[in-house]
């Protein structure tokens, strides 16, 4: 079954509801493959896992504290280029959407 990313929404660790949505999702076309990054990125595994993540990839790396996108595009295209994905779902926020046009 092909891989899906889910790039994952969170403060501290604390996994945003539309996250979880998307997993469902991602579960619906292959397997989830969640990327989380910057504080509290390794606490979010579990719950990820809960939902339906085959694989969680974290970083909590200092760049991701200064709520940059570049950094977490960087990240992201990383993943990518390493998961050869089948889809890659980012939650539709400000944020997101500039992280999805920058990666498109």
């Known amino acids: ?3 899906v990313l889910v790039l994952v929404d969170h403060v501290d660790g604390a996994v ?3 996250t979880l ?3 469902t999702l991602a579960r619906r076309i292959g397997d989830p493959v ?3 990054l910057g504080a509290g990125a390794e606490a ?3 719950v990820l896992g809960e939902h ?3 694989k969680v990839l974290t970083s909590d ?3 991701f504290a200064d709520y940059l996108v570049v950094p977490k595009v960087d990240a992201l295209q990383a993943a990518f280029e390493t998961v050869s994905p089948a889809a890659v779902l980012v939650v539709s926020s400000a944020e ?3 992280i999805a046009a920058r990666l498109a």
Do not use: I, N
């Open 34 to 36: 969640a990327v989380a």
């Open 1 to 3: 079954m092909a891989e």
């Open 16 to 18: 945003r509801k539309p």
């Open 61 to 63: 790396a200092p760049e």
């Open 21 to 23: 949505e998307l997993l």
């Open 96 to 98: 997101g959407k500039e």
């Open 52 to 54: 339906g993540a085959v």
């Open 44 to 46: 979010t595994a579990s």
